[in-house]
């Protein structure tokens, strides 16, 4: 049994989403595409679940953020791809992949061939057994990366309403389902090795303004440990978590977000891995021609910075599932694909957007005792990055622009001066 497809994307998440329509505006013909996913549900915006779908009231459910509302666009419904003469399959899992041969077999026993496959399968939640905790399957522990994910976080939210939660890692996951916990009147304590918040962008002083903020909502923060074991009623409900230091933290629930693991393993031997991604080329194209790979799942060159790198963000995710199109149906008029990294992040009324590298020295600037400061990043003499809090959109785009720019700095008390300023007047 099988079906015969010119262009398959596999997986079916922001990527896929962004490729088909990408795909139907340079003119794919009907029954040319499928997309195949694990999900039972066509494409949607994946950062709304820790955001618009945990809100208590009004909260964001499908199908409103379907691809590509993310970008102000058409909203692709199913109804959508089967205009398109696009199809479907849902909720089915590809178990092996034939570089060699062009073939995909499903779980469900189908084998689908390509003539190009575009690889989107995105990451899976690290769990918490790879760090030799047990205990992620209990009642009451949750995790987010999916639709099904988040269903159950909002189940467990409302039995918990006035209870405790403890959040267990202080990346994205921790500090986006945090501010949601407390949205939900539930009682905050984020736990989580370093000694700031989102270590891995935030420098300690913008990590304090932010912590502090979410110390004046209720949060507590217990820095620089990590749980050892949870504690389990006679339902093996969760009731409590232990840390290494010794504490025991009493908890209705648990959300767990401790770093992603993309998800490679289908091609794993059959095509080249570099930063635990699938290498890609500027035109997204992988050691075999006949496969592309976009999204979470890509180690890509980042022309502006001379490496590869794999980016973990919505904003990529699209722009490379649309230049892997392009590359796809024009190859000719397509050049090398060109990024400027870009991430944000919203909780509360807060918002910020970074771009760049956050690599070299660090410049502040702006008020970090009101509601709008940043950060330039300036490595070799240059600035390689641009973080803002509070900005306006103009002033967004001055800090890509300038981050784009790369302009040579000679003084950087200078800088810290000018402030933003500095990108505002370039
Ligand atoms: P995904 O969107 O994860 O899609 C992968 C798809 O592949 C899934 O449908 C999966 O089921 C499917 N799949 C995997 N393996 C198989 C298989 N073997 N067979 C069939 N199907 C398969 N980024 C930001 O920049 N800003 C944000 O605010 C933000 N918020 C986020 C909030 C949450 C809760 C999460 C989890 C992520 C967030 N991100 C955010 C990150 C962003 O969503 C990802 O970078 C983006 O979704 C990556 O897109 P992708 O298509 O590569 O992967
Ligand atoms: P992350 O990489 O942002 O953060 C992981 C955190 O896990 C680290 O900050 C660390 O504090 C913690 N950690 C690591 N090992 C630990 C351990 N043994 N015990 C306790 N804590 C530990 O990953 P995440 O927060 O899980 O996010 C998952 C993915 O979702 C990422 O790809 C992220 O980019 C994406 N996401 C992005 C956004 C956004 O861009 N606004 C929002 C939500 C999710």
Redesign the pocket.
């Known amino acids: 049994m099988g079906r015969a497809f010119v262009y398959v994307i596999?997986?079916?998440?922001?990527?896929?989403?962004y490729a088909a329509h990408e795909f139907v505006k340079r003119g794919v013909s009907h029954g040319e595409l499928c997309i195949?996913?694990?999900?039972p549900v066509a494409?949607y915006?994946?950062?709304?679940?820790?955001?618009g779908y945990l809100l208590p009231e009004d909260p964001a459910r499908l199908p409103a953020f379907h691809c590509c509302v993310g970008t102000n666009e058409e909203r692709l419904t199913p109804k959508w791809y089967k205009e398109h003469g696009i199809e479907l399959v849902l909720g089915?899992?590809?178990?092996s992949a034939d570089v060699r041969r062009k073939t995909l077999l499903?779980?469900t026993g189908e084998t689908i061939t390509y003539k190009i496959l575009i690889v989107?399968?995105?990451?899976?939640?690290l769990k918490l057994e790879e760090f030799g905790v047990s205990g992620s399957d209990a009642d009451g522990v949750c995790y987010?990366?999916?639709l099904a994910d988040?269903n159950r976080l909002v189940n467990v939210m409302q039995s918990s309403s006035g209870g405790n939660a403890v959040v267990i890692g202080g990346g994205?996951?921790g500090m986006?389902c945090a501010a949601s916990l407390v949205i939900n009147n539930i009682n905050v304590t984020m736990v989580f090795p370093e000694a700031h918040c989102m270590a891995r962008l935030f420098t300690p002083k913008i990590a304090s303004y932010y912590e502090e903020f979410y110390k004046s909502k209720g949060v507590q923060f217990v820095k620089g440990t990590v749980l050892t074991s949870f504690d389990f009623d006679s339902d093996q409900k969760v009731t409590a978590v232990n840390l290494r230091d010794g504490t025991k933290l009493p908890a209705d629930m648990v959300i767990v977000g401790i770093g992603?693991r993309p998800?490679t393993s289908?091609f794993e031997g059959q095509l080249t891995l570099e930063k635990g991604g699938i290498k890609v080329n500027g035109r997204m194209q992988s050691s075999n021609n006949s496969v592309y790979a976009?999204?979470?799942?890509?180690t890509f060159p980042v022309k502006i910075f001379s490496e590869t790198r794999r980016?973990?963000?919505?904003?990529?995710?699209r722009k490379a599932?649309r230049h892997a199109v392009a590359a796809i149906m024009e190859p000719e008029k397509t050049t090398e694909f060109d990024y400027l990294p870009?991430?944000?992040?919203?909780v509360f009324t807060l918002s910020w957007q970074f771009y760049g590298d956050n690599t070299g020295d660090v410049v502040h600037f702006g008020d970090f005792s009101g509601n709008r400061f940043g950060a330039y990043w300036v490595n070799k003499g240059q600035v390689v990055g641009s973080f803002l809090e509070g900005g306006t959109k103009e002033e967004y785009e001055a800090i890509a622009k300038i981050t784009r720019l790369k302009p040579a700095i000679e003084d950087l008390v200078d800088l810290e001066k000018q402030g933003l300023g500095f990108a505002l007047t370039l």
């Open positions: 596999l997986g079916g998440g922001v990527a896929a989403g195949i996913s694990e999900e494409p915006e994946r950062p709304a679940l820790s955001k089915t899992r590809v178990k499903t779980a989107a399968t995105g990451a899976r939640a987010l990366r999916d988040a994205y996951i986006e992603i998800n289908l976009v999204g979470d799942v890509a980016l973990e963000h919505v904003d990529f995710a599932a870009f991430f944000y992040s919203r």
